[in-house]
């Protein structure tokens, strides 16, 4: 058993290279199309997967989000955009492995069929129940609900790269119920009807090892940072502790 400390950067790294591999996505950039909704945890992501595409030139991570959660004393509008309105450089829309460039999930969800992946991440997630939830600043329900429609009305394949760092505890529904409620002040919370994949489950998809969260917290540019306990043969142990020796130096995310 290795026991591993994961910073929230170096978890969104590994979330994106474990997303970049999973099978759902891989068919679909073969044959069908893949939407990266722009997020923080959604950059990296798109930089693994058009890297391995051979496509990552012209991509940036900057101001690739639509809401951002900064600390209290730091300026956003109502809806969580930044306070400078940069300009946004739409979502990363991927049809038969080839990026088609400058269009956002609004220009393509009609379109999408079974078969196709919307990579969405989310603002909470509860790990018991296995499911996720999104904050919404946007009083038309803004991306995710662009997403929701092609899962429920054709049977899309929505994934939640989503890190542990953003665990909660109770019943998602209960807790959108508060945030829903008339009355109530600040984003709203939806539940999502997606695939989670967080830390945990990109070890075992990358090298096969089994991975747990034993405890979290850190200091002096920890904060947010997580302990895993990995578990698998020697082999295993020692491909997981290598990706994770690698992922130690990746720096702290930057708007």
């Not at 909660?168 to 508060?178: H, M, P, R, W, Y």
Request: charged letters at 20%.
């Amino acid at each position: 058993m290795r026991q591993i400390v994961l910073t929230p950067a170096a978890g969104k790294r590994l979330i994106a290279k474990a997303t970049a591999r999973h099978p759902a996505v891989l068919a679909a950039l073969q044959s069908g199309t893949v939407v990266v909704v722009a997020g923080t945890t959604n950059g990296y992501v798109a930089e693994e997967i058009l890297g391995d595409l051979g496509q990552l030139e012209g991509f940036t991570r900057n101001r690739f989000f639509r809401g951002i959660t900064l600390p209290p004393s730091q300026p956003t509008t109502e809806a969580g955009r930044l306070s400078d309105e940069s300009p946004f450089p739409g979502d990363v829309v991927i049809v038969e492995g080839t990026w088609d460039r400058g269009k956002t999930i609004f220009d393509v969800a009609d379109g999408l069929k079974e078969g196709d992946v919307v990579l969405k991440g989310a603002n909470a997630v509860d790990l018991s129940s296995r499911r996720a939830a999104v904050l919404i600043g946007d009083p038309q329900g803004g991306t995710i609900m662009q997403a929701v429609k092609a899962v429920i009305g054709r049977r899309v394949n929505l994934i939640v790269p989503v890190g542990v760092e953003k665990r909660v505890t109770g019943n998602l529904d209960d807790l959108a119920a508060t945030l829903n409620a008339p009355g109530a002040q600040g984003p709203r919370l939806f539940p999502v009807p997606g695939e989670i994949l967080t830390e945990i489950d990109a070890i075992p998809l990358i090298t096969g090892a089994t991975a747990k969260l034993v405890a979290g917290g850190g200091v002096c540019g920890a904060e947010g940072s997580v302990w895993i306990a990995v578990v698998g043969t020697p082999e295993q142990e020692e491909s997981a502790a290598a990706l994770l020796t690698q992922l130690s130096t990746e720096p702290p995310f930057a708007s």
